[in-house]
Protein backbone atom coordinates (compact mmCIF):
# COMPACT_ATOMS: atom_id res chain seq x y z
CA UNK A 1 0.00 0.00 0.00
CA UNK A 2 1.02 3.71 -0.83
CA UNK A 3 1.64 6.51 1.75
CA UNK A 4 1.14 9.60 2.05
CA UNK A 5 3.88 12.05 4.09
CA UNK A 6 2.99 15.26 5.24
CA UNK A 7 5.21 18.43 4.28
CA UNK A 8 7.55 19.63 6.83
CA UNK A 9 9.60 22.10 7.28
CA UNK A 10 13.55 21.26 8.24
CA UNK A 11 13.00 23.48 11.58
CA UNK A 12 10.07 20.93 12.42
CA UNK A 13 12.41 18.06 11.37
CA UNK A 14 15.52 19.06 13.78
CA UNK A 15 12.53 19.27 16.54
CA UNK A 16 11.63 15.38 15.98
CA UNK A 17 12.90 12.26 17.71
CA UNK A 18 15.75 10.27 15.88
CA UNK A 19 12.86 7.19 16.22
CA UNK A 20 10.19 9.26 14.38
CA UNK A 21 12.57 10.25 11.91
CA UNK A 22 13.01 6.51 10.92
CA UNK A 23 9.85 6.01 10.74
CA UNK A 24 8.88 9.12 8.14
CA UNK A 25 11.70 8.02 6.22
CA UNK A 26 10.38 4.49 6.44
CA UNK A 27 6.80 6.03 5.26
CA UNK A 28 8.71 8.17 2.54
CA UNK A 29 9.95 5.45 1.21
CA UNK A 30 6.48 3.24 0.99
CA UNK A 31 5.44 6.35 -1.26
CA UNK A 32 4.70 5.09 -4.73
CA UNK A 33 7.33 5.80 -7.87
CA UNK A 34 4.68 8.19 -9.70
CA UNK A 35 0.96 8.77 -10.78
CA UNK A 36 1.36 7.62 -13.84
CA UNK A 37 2.73 3.84 -12.32
CA UNK A 38 0.03 4.18 -9.52
CA UNK A 39 -3.54 1.99 -10.30
CA UNK A 40 -5.12 5.94 -9.95
CA UNK A 41 -4.01 6.80 -13.05
CA UNK A 42 -6.62 6.88 -15.57
CA UNK A 43 -9.14 7.12 -12.92
CA UNK A 44 -8.31 10.22 -11.04
CA UNK A 45 -6.49 13.67 -11.71
CA UNK A 46 -3.17 13.98 -10.75
CA UNK A 47 -2.75 15.29 -6.93
CA UNK A 48 -0.90 18.42 -6.52
CA UNK A 49 1.15 18.29 -3.35
CA UNK A 50 1.03 21.85 -2.85
CA UNK A 51 -3.04 21.60 -2.74
CA UNK A 52 -3.10 18.55 -0.64
CA UNK A 53 0.07 19.03 1.60
CA UNK A 54 0.79 15.46 1.12
CA UNK A 55 3.57 13.73 -0.78
CA UNK A 56 2.58 10.87 -2.68
CA UNK A 57 4.50 10.12 -5.33
CA UNK A 58 8.41 9.58 -5.34
CA UNK A 59 8.87 11.47 -8.45
CA UNK A 60 7.75 14.97 -7.62
CA UNK A 61 10.49 17.82 -6.22
CA UNK A 62 8.39 17.61 -2.90
CA UNK A 63 9.30 13.91 -2.56
CA UNK A 64 13.15 14.34 -3.71
CA UNK A 65 13.45 17.90 -1.21
CA UNK A 66 11.74 15.76 2.31
CA UNK A 67 14.31 12.85 1.86
CA UNK A 68 17.52 14.97 1.13
CA UNK A 69 16.21 17.22 4.11
CA UNK A 70 15.81 13.98 6.21
CA UNK A 71 18.95 12.47 5.42
CA UNK A 72 20.63 15.35 6.17
CA UNK A 73 19.33 15.61 9.62
CA UNK A 74 19.99 12.06 10.22
CA UNK A 75 23.49 11.91 9.37
CA UNK A 76 24.16 14.48 12.43
CA UNK A 77 21.94 11.89 14.95
CA UNK A 78 23.33 9.54 16.89
CA UNK A 79 22.96 6.29 15.81
CA UNK A 80 20.77 3.76 17.04
CA UNK A 81 21.73 0.47 17.16
CA UNK A 82 19.42 -2.02 15.14
CA UNK A 83 18.30 -5.48 16.67
CA UNK A 84 21.17 -7.00 16.12
CA UNK A 85 23.62 -4.99 17.67
CA UNK A 86 21.27 -4.48 20.57
CA UNK A 87 21.50 -7.89 21.11
CA UNK A 88 25.12 -8.45 20.95
CA UNK A 89 25.16 -5.33 23.59
CA UNK A 90 23.48 -7.63 26.12
CA UNK A 91 25.45 -10.58 25.59
CA UNK A 92 28.55 -8.74 25.75
CA UNK A 93 26.83 -6.90 29.84
CA UNK A 94 26.07 -10.24 30.46
CA UNK A 95 29.56 -11.70 29.78
CA UNK A 96 31.13 -8.89 32.29
CA UNK A 97 28.55 -9.60 34.98
CA UNK A 98 29.76 -13.83 35.44
Known amino acids: MSSKVE????EELNKMHTGTLMKRRAMLLKC????KSSDRFGHETEPSVVEVG????KETPEWQ???????NILVTR????NKEERK?????KAK???
Open 7 to 10: IKTT
Open 65 to 71: QAYEDLK
Open 96 to 98: LSK
Open 54 to 57: LIEF
Open 78 to 81: ENLP
Open 32 to 35: EESF
Open 88 to 92: EIRRN
